[in-house]
């Protein structure tokens, strides 16, 4: 038995040798569970929602590599006991050996969207590595005192510990994380204060927030010097470093994407934007697994013209019955438009085609004809939106024409792309909702004369409602396309048996597991002047 305690003994340096390369083994080990933490906003319940379906996956690898590591472990000690003991360390190779592989395969795997080593994940990740210390050490003075025989190779058993060390560092660095992010906020509400003519415009809705934004900031360019949250920046921390980073004194109007996964997020963001005007694009069944019902999403969504209220400005989809119910009931000064039906701002006579969308703008009496880039009824939706913002800040039609003219399609939210051969790509891997689904297989649809392929995960974050709405949409899939891809098995089953009720062709049904699968059925199935329409592209924790 060796004595820790005796700072003369070699060994006990050894021991802190083996801790601290096993500390940075361990960390390496830990990325996809630092990537999946990363990925659910820091929220503990995603990442187990994950660990419990796609995490076992990578457990049953660390499993393996504490399975391996152990059996040639003992073996060496066994064979190599009473010969000298420093060459028991040699076991440890194999130890090092299997965590490599694991490591190169779970690096080198393909990635939507890598772990991004912030101020807050290096954080998580020094904490992890003192931890990762503590626990090595400890294992080896252990198994020292009651498993002789394994000696130092008992580190073999801390990947399995990672699971458990991920979640458990989030937990301690939470009330230092919350502290910090109060003050960035503080700050962020003190240049806001500083900009006192600044105009303020928040944007909310279960989908097309994204591109309402965008489309916005476009059209009131035409008079303003604008501001929006880049990318999908839709938290409290997102916007705030839009604020830090991007505000200037020079900027004359503040868009800001408001996101939301729980009741109180909007008027969360409210607090901190201030804003004075608002959009509500939609709302649906997007995130109903951590709201849980319909109409918790309903109240949450509604949190924007109630902060609003009666001196601030919403402009309301009419189209979506919802909001059309939360509408009545605000109090706020209100514009609602439709694509659809007669409203206080509304389009009619749309004709999409390949090239973009033409339509009729209606504002009061006037009529303008307008063309956009755009493909989709719900990005003409979208447009008007903004419409009765710009009309509400006071541009003209001349700049809102000119404004709608110039917006272009948002990247992977049904982008048309011109790939070779002639094949053409629509692009709408951002996510997908119901309702988005439906508008691009209508957008899929006006490609008569070309044999379409549709790829995709299907539906999530439906809660119950998630097999039904896969279901649905399979059989939505089925009256449209000739070639269907499947990717991933989270919804695998339940879109095909939408498709085959639909009278879909079973052989043309196919199943990749990921990226890479996916492109080497197309290598089997694609020909020239096919369209492919790519719907959804599940993240990183659905993996």
Known sequence: MIDFFDFSNWHFYIALMISLINSIVMCLEGYKFLQVIQLSGYHTRGYFEWFKGSGGMYVGRLAMVTILSCLCLIVTNVILDGYNEYLSYLGLIFYLLFSYIYIINVHFAPKKTPLKMTNRMNRAVILLFILCFAVSFGLIILSSLFLSFFRFGAVALSPLLIPVLVPFVHWLLKPIESSISRGYVKRAKKKLNQHSKLIKIGITGSF??????????????EKYSVCATPFNFNTPMGITKTILQNLTIGHQVLIAEMGARQMGDIRELCELVEPKYGILTSVGAQHIATFKSLENVKRTKSELPDYLGENGFCVFNADCEYVEEIAQKSKCRKCCVSISNIADI????????????????????????????????HNITNLVLCVAIAKELGLNNEQILAGIAKVSPVEHRLQLINAENDVVILDDTYNASIEGSQRALEVLEMFEERRKIVITPGLVELGTLERLENYNFGTRIGKVADIVVIVNKSNYLSIKQGLLDSGFDETKIYEAENLLATQEVLKDVLMPKDVILWENDLPDNYI
């Open 208 to 221: 097309g927030k994204t591109s309402t934004k965008n489309f916005l900031a476009t059209i009131l360019s």
């Open 346 to 377: 509304w389009a009619s006579d749309i004709e999409t085609s390949s090239a973009g969308t033409k339509f009729l703008l209606h504002i009061g009496n006037e009529e303008l004809s307008c063309n956009t880039k755009l493909l989709g009824l």
